[in-house]
């Protein structure tokens, strides 16, 4: 099957560079005994995609792979969903943006919170710095990257 999937993956990038947006992965998954190769795909700048966009990238995929597909199989084209895990990589693409960093251990520097929310608004070698509201007053908490065990997108309500 690694041969299919490297297939669909090299007819695949040529399509998501087209529509500007950013190969995440190929992945093979069975899911109520249906086999699904998944391609998951992100907007380099936004993180966010329309939905007639990824349908149309599912197709222009499908109408060059087809005849690649096994029987039995299903082709979906994704993204990695609106809280999506942050690479390092993109943390300064992400100044800006509201996130929830989760530490391994409490923080002084951020107040002993160990799951900060917040908007990103510096990255530098060594540190993160997030806006956040500590009692009901925004406060700037200085997180090293080093201390962080997971940090995302989120959703601010």
């Known amino acids: 099957m690694n041969e299919y999937l490297s297939k669909i993956k090299d007819a695949s990038i040529p399509i998501i560079e087209k529509h500007k947006k950013e190969l995440v992965s190929v992945s093979?998954?069975?899911?109520?005994?249906?086999?699904?190769?998944?391609?998951?795909?992100?907007?380099?700048?936004?993180?966010?995609s329309d939905i007639d966009e990824?349908?149309?990238?599912?197709?222009e995929i499908l109408d060059i792979v087809n005849d690649d597909i096994p029987d039995g199989y299903y082709?979906?084209?994704?993204?990695?969903?609106?809280?999506?895990e942050l690479k390092e990589n993109e943390y300064e693409k992400s100044i800006g943006k509201y996130i929830c960093?989760?530490?391994?251990?409490?923080?002084?520097?951020?107040?002993?919170l160990k799951e900060i929310y917040g908007t990103l608004i510096s990255v530098d070698q060594d540190n993160l710095s997030v806006e956040t509201l500590i009692k009901q007053r925004k406060k700037i908490v200085t997180i090293p990257k080093d201390a962080i065990a997971k940090i995302r997108l989120a959703i601010k309500f």
């Not at 989760?102 to 107040?111: D, F, G, I, P, V």
């Open 54 to 59: 990824i349908a149309s990238i599912n197709q």
């Open 28 to 48: 093979l998954r069975k899911e109520f005994g249906t086999n699904i190769i998944s391609i998951t795909i992100d907007d380099p700048v936004t993180f966010s």
């Open 75 to 84: 082709l979906e084209v994704t993204t990695p969903g609106v809280e999506r």
């Open 101 to 112: 960093v989760k530490t391994y251990q409490k923080l002084e520097t951020a107040y002993n």
